[in-house]
């Protein structure tokens, strides 16, 4: 009888791959594999891990969805910013305005009048977004992946729950599964009336979600002052990490009509976690998108994509990042695992002369998906790609197309950053702010150690075995 419970279990998730969810064949391979040698547990794994959001949660998405788009157009055009204009005439812009179109299509305002500042170092992000909170007077909204219950999530719910007794609106939204920290850590905020929700609150029909993670990071000060990147909340982010190496990662302060976009998304992030709709804040417009004063004119665009989206935006926005490229490509993620278009463009890239350079942690966090990484290694070597591991844990998600354009953001260069999770990524363009980037990338190579093809075809037999097998999974990830 459990025999047959088993193999109608597994025959029913095969079919589902095939014919209900019609998986990409890379991805449907994988999962048929997992099911066939893993009977049972495979099961378990596809329906936590693998189905795509349900039917019925996709129909009850999609109608919220409508009814927020037609919101969210009418706040465009009420904050001018649906008519901005992409020929500004500018050198910078002009030799970009492929990639701004595409940006376009995934809903990715085009705004030109930024002022942005780069944090490279968690101690920096952490010293001019405590100095902001403090300065609220209106509302502080802040979403994050991952907050710690360590000294700098403590620092930031006493902050937080200090400015809430101020009278200041507190909105925090994290991740639940991607966060182990207690909903009971945040009682001070929630007992001096600031409002706290997780993503995605454990219970049963969120489970069979478990897969689909929100992995943005976005902060918005009194709808004038937008943080957003790869940090989150946590003292690793200051050097203080368990494995004693050097953490690296990269964040961003917004100032500009940015933060209006920046405002946006996080308003419909909140609504779905709120069991809202956006016409709810649209009503008090006034208070969250307050007038701006022209800090900069650095143009940028906020391009978020994810499981609810209908096209993979960021993946298209870091395919036309590369295809583009005409001198080099630089490139930092902590997780390479990508899908056959991206590893193509890069081999095509780099057959076409572009100098293509990837930048990967040399200390991993998490072991098997290294080994996936790792699996990948040889063919861009081959493809003359060079390739640096850093010494330390390189969190930073950053591609530099030609040194005019740069996306920094959460997505990492992986599948699940394409498909699977909610994230949001900044594409900034202006040579000037390129430059400091592509500065920084090579500031960072000093401290690595260059993966050369002959050392790497040198490494024990049992890592080529790791690698051979996990690969066989690397869409899954």
Same mark, same amino acid.
């Given at each position: ?17 095939? !014919? ?38 996709? &129909? ?34 002009a030799e970009c305005l492929d990639l701004i ?28 977004? !405590? ?8 509302? =502080? ?44 850590? !945040? ?45 989150? =909340? ?5 050097g203080i990490w368990k494995k004693k190496a ?19 998304? *996080? ?26 004063? &022209? ?20 993946? !298209? ?13 630089? =490139? ?13 463009a890069l081999k095509i890239a780099a057959a ?71 994230? =949001? ?5 202006? &040579? ?8 920084? *990338? ?28 996990? &690969?066989?999974?690397?869409?899954? *990830?």
């Amino acid at each position: 009888m459990l025999l047959t419970l088993l193999f109608a279990a597994e025959l029913a998730c095969i079919v589902s791959v095939i !014919f209900i969810e019609r998986k990409k064949p890379s991805e449907a391979v994988a999962w048929i594999l997992v099911l066939c040698l893993l009977p049972g547990i495979g099961a378990l794994l596809y329906l936590f891990l693998g189905e795509t959001l349900s039917m019925r949660h996709q &129909r009850l998405l999609r109608r919220r969805q409508d009814a927020d788009a037609v919101c969210y157009r009418a706040m465009l055009e009420r904050l001018g910013m649906a008519s901005h204009r992409t020929d500004y005439g500018t050198k910078d812009i002009a030799e970009c305005l492929d990639l701004i179109h595409l940006n376009l299509k995934s809903g990715a305002v085009f705004v030109p009048d930024n002022h942005v500042k780069l944090y490279v170092h968690g101690s920096e992000k952490y010293d001019a977004l !405590f100095d902001d909170l403090q300065k609220a007077q209106k509302f =502080i909204h802040m979403e994050y992946f991952i907050i710690r219950s360590d000294d700098v999530g403590k620092k930031l719910v006493s902050v937080l729950a200090q400015k809430a007794a101020e009278g200041v609106e507190i909105r925090l939204l994290y991740d639940e599964f991607g966060c182990s920290t207690k909903f009971r850590f !945040f009682a001070p905020l929630t007992n001096a009336g600031g409002q706290v929700r997780r993503f995605s609150v454990t219970r049963l029909g969120n489970l069979l979600r478990a897969n689909y993670r929100n992995h943005r990071k976005v902060v918005v000060i009194d709808g004038v002052v937008g943080y957003t990147g790869g940090m989150n =909340i946590g003292a690793e982010y200051t050097g203080i990490w368990k494995k004693k190496a050097a953490w690296r990662d990269t964040h961003l302060r917004l100032e500009g009509t940015a933060v209006y976009a920046l405002q946006l998304r *996080f308003l419909l992030d909140w609504c779905r976690s709120a069991g809202m709709m956006l016409n709810q804040f649209a009503e008090r417009a006034d208070d969250y998108f307050p007038p701006l004063q &022209r800090k900069g004119n650095l143009p940028l665009q906020l391009v978020s994509s994810g499981p609810d989206c209908d096209e993979e935006y960021i993946k !298209f926005s870091y395919l036309k990042l590369i295809t583009r490229a005409r001198k080099s490509v630089l =490139i930092q993620s902590p997780y390479f695992v990508p899908d056959q278009a991206v590893l193509q463009a890069l081999k095509i890239a780099a057959a076409s002369g572009v100098d293509v350079k990837i930048m990967l942690p040399g200390v991993p966090d998490k072991g098997y998906v290294y080994y996936v990484t790792m699996s990948y290694m040889d063919e861009l070597l081959k493809s003359g790609i060079r390739v640096y591991l850093y010494n330390g844990f390189l969190h930073a998600k950053m591609l530099v197309s030609d040194c005019a354009a740069v996306s920094i953001g959460t997505a990492n260069m992986d599948v699940r950053s394409f498909c699977l999770n909610y994230e =949001i990524n900044t594409v900034i363009y202006g &040579r000037e702010f390129a430059r400091t980037c592509v500065e920084q *990338f090579y500031a960072d190579r000093e401290g690595c150690t260059e993966l050369t093809r002959e050392e790497f075809c040198r490494r024990p037999w049992w890592d080529k075995a790791a690698e051979a097998i996990l &690969r066989l999974a690397a869409p899954l *990830f």
